[in-house]
């Protein structure tokens, strides 16, 4: 039996454990390893960890194993957090289980090893995806959690303005075009592509995916999803020449295409007014065009003149709306930030507890602040996304088939009214959505 701790309860216990579901099809072979996992130790700790860790709202828990303990720490809202480690046979246990439950092997700490299950913590269900690599120091594992109900439905709820959403709306419902729907990598592409494309007409447009047999889209309605590779049969090629027959309005690539592929969709964009819809992981929206450019070189001069539009998001924390701190912004701030002075009467930050030696009444005797009970007193709670859209104009796509200087480009993309994706993090901030302080972390990771 794995140790525990007489005198202190250890947080996997705090919490009631979730549900496991292995990927296995066969309901005895499920059940014979239901039964088996359970009967050893970190069962139950890997469930109540789980369940702590969704509970606090993490994305993602790493746990890093040493001689003596197993270090753990949860992404909240895209920062890291450090919690109590667990003792190495504690630790052992559950990572013997979590990896039995995952498919992987157990029994192998060295090598490179992912795998992957569905919990359920009472009506919710994650897709639960573990990677985990021997190190010198022992082994390292990163678990990712991800809700399988979406929890954004519109892109107003990831944070975009409405001025942008018409745009980038007349864009995405257009034809004859590209799209390019782009984040930073790890910082909510997938799901900003969801959300985008479900804000597409598909009523009365007919939308055809294009996607690995081994790794398919969630479902949207009214979306149809072409699988190759695999047990298909079928490559790519043969599947978008065989869609094109059938004349789409929309061709749609999750993943870089192959170069004869696209090739093939870009011919229809020109002589059929078709559209293109293409996501991918960049810096920002300039960078992304011409990561794309570079990638079909062949392709260049159909890409350069039929790019529609390139959105981008950058995701940052959102202040707690329970406790942040309003302050009245000096005019020299406000004349960095190039906010017109009277436009803005109040900024916010996140509150800070003072240390605990001050926290005292009048009186000085101890009066300890209660943590804030909507976001346990971090400041923030949840993240909002900041959106550049890049929509070339004539003078832009001119230069594109000349030149791949970013700096040159993003200067004539600016004379035609692009505003940078530090434009609109400033109208967040002015908003009282998010902090300075905030700002400077989110852009200062390179």
Not at 80 to 95: I, K, Y
Not at 273 to 285: F, G, K, L, P, T
Not at 322 to 329: A, D, I, L, Q, R
Request: with cysteine.
């Amino acid at each position: 039996m794995a140790k525990q701790s007489n005198e202190e309860v250890q947080l996997w216990q705090t919490v009631a454990p979730v549900e496991f579901v292995p990927r296995i099809k066969d309901n005895n072979e499920l059940q014979a390893l239901l039964i088996s996992t359970r009967q050893g130790a970190g069962y139950a700790i890997a469930g109540g960890q789980i369940a702590h860790a969704i509970t606090s709202r993490a994305t993602h828990i790493l746990m890093d194993f040493s001689k003596s303990a197993c270090a753990i720490r949860y992404q909240i809202d895209g920062a890291w957090e450090q919690l109590p480690p667990l003792d190495r046979e504690s630790g052992d246990a559950m990572l013997y289980a979590l990896k039995q439950l995952c498919l992987m092997n157990p029994a192998d700490r060295r090598g490179s090893q992912k795998g992957g299950m569905r919990v359920k913590l009472v009506k919710d269900k994650y897709q639960f995806n573990v990677q985990s690599q021997g190190v010198p120091t022992g082994e390292r594992v990163i678990c990712r959690l991800e809700a399988e109900e979406m929890p954004f439905k519109k892109l107003g709820d990831l944070g975009m303005r409405d001025k942008m959403i018409e745009q980038f709306k007349e864009k995405l419902n257009g034809s004859g075009n590209i799209v390019l729907i782009t984040a930073k990598k790890s910082e909510g592409v997938s799901t900003f592509w969801n959300v985008a494309i479900s804000a597409a007409d598909r009523l009365v447009r007919d939308f055809q995916s294009f996607e690995p047999a081994e790794s398919p889209e969630p479902e949207i309605i009214n979306i149809s999803p072409n699988l190759f590779g695999g047990d298909t049969g079928k490559t790519e090629l043969e599947m978008v020449n065989r869609m094109v027959l059938r004349e789409p309005d929309v061709l749609m690539f999750p993943n870089p295409p192959q170069p004869e592929s696209l090739k093939v969709a870009l011919e229809q964009v020109v002589a059929a007014d078709r559209q293109v819809i293409h996501r991918m992981a960049a810096e920002s929206a300039m960078p992304a065009l011409l990561t794309f450019l570079g990638r079909y070189p062949e392709c260049r001069s159909l890409i350069a003149n039929n790019i529609g539009c390139v959105i981008h998001q950058r995701l940052v924390r959102r202040l707690c709306d329970n406790c942040k701190v309003g302050f009245e912004p000096p005019p020299k701030l406000l004349a960095q930030l190039g906010i017109p002075a009277g436009r803005v009467p109040l900024l916010y930050k996140p509150f800070i507890p003072p240390p605990i030696e001050q926290q005292v009444d009048e009186n000085g005797r101890p009066a300890p602040i209660t943590p804030c009970p909507v976001c346990n007193s971090r400041g923030y709670h949840g993240r909002i996304g900041l959106y550049e859209m890049l929509t070339p104009g004539p003078q832009l796509k001119a230069a594109l088939a000349k030149t791949q200087d970013a700096g040159q480009l993003t200067a004539i993309a600016k004379s035609e009214g692009f505003r940078p994706v530090q434009s609109e993090a400033v109208l967040t901030v002015a908003r009282g959505l998010t902090s300075l302080d905030e700002l400077k972390r989110a852009f200062a990771k390179r």
